[in-house]
T-cell receptor, first 112, second 115 residues
Framework: NAGVTQTPKFQVLKTGQSMTLQCAQD?????MYWYRQDPGMGLRLIYY???????DKGEVPNGYNVSRLNKREFSLRLESAAPSQTSVYFC???????????FGSGTRLTVV | AQKITQTQPGMFVQEKEAVTLDCTYD???????LFWYKQPSSGEMIFLIY??????QNATEGRYSLNFQKARKSANLVISASQLGDSAMYFC????????????FGQGTRLTINP
């Protein structure tokens, strides 16, 4: 059971570079989420997708874009990376019932 | 807007003692769920326990129990007989059942179990 798979696990970017974080789930979940976790803080929601074909902004969306490619995949794009985007990024998915959330193992991103 | 507050940045407990991690929340949605997650130093998010707003009894999962006081809007996690392996960050989170069911997290509490 793969659950939620994130790639890559680690990435170093230079300021101004772009990249896409990939996330895929194999549990047939409707909803998918992208969070960031900074030191000393909890997870903050960047974007979410309640169902295939829909995306909405979360708490900290600036500097990011997302694509819900299909029911399985939800990608997060940084168009022009900034040092303030250095963080650990988690993807998650959920079902309406039962109310469970499954998290990926995270992507540690450093922007220099 | 939904909000979760964890007021204990860090806690230190002796092994085998019980520990209570505090969590208060705010929401206008009468239907919601409360979650606790453990994050060890390896970084993964491990689900511990869930409490629904309409559940009549406090949730329990092995050594974990949730002290749910709805009127006070608190959902404290109680770990009985703590073990060295319980040392980790602990996050309280809430999901409102309306809309997109976003999970909102508190700031976390770092728990250290001393031998």
């Amino acid at each position: 059971n793969a659950g939620v798979t994130q790639t890559p696990k680690f990435q170093v970017l230079k300021t101004g570079q772009s990249m896409t974080l990939q996330c895929a789930q194999d549990m047939n979940h409707n909803s998918m989420y992208w969070y960031r976790q900074d030191p000393g803080m909890g997870l903050r929601l960047i974007y979410y997708s309640a169902s295939e074909g829909t995306t909405d902004k979360g708490e900290v969306p600036n500097g990011y874009n997302v694509s819900r490619l299909n029911k399985r995949e939800f990608s997060l794009r940084l168009e022009s990376a900034a040092p303030s985007q250095t963080s650990v990024y988690f993807c998650a998915s959920s079902h309406r019932r039962p109310f469970g959330y499954t998290f990926g193992s995270g992507t540690r991103l450093t922007v220099v | 807007a939904q909000k979760i507050t964890q007021t204990q940045p860090g806690m230190f407990v002796q092994e085998k003692e019980a520990v209570t991690l505090d969590c208060t929340y705010d929401t206008s949605d009468p239907s919601y769920g409360l979650f606790w997650y453990k994050q060890p130093s390896s970084g993964e998010m491990i689900f511990l326990i869930y409490q629904g707003s309409y559940d009549q009894q406090n949730a329990t999962e092995g050594r974990y129990s949730l002290n749910f006081q709805k009127a006070r809007k608190s959902a404290n996690l109680v770990i009985s007989a703590s073990q060295l392996g319980d040392s980790a960050m602990y996050f309280c989170a809430m999901r409102e059942n309306q809309g997109a069911q976003k999970l909102v997290f508190g700031q976390g509490t770092r728990l250290t179990i001393n031998p």
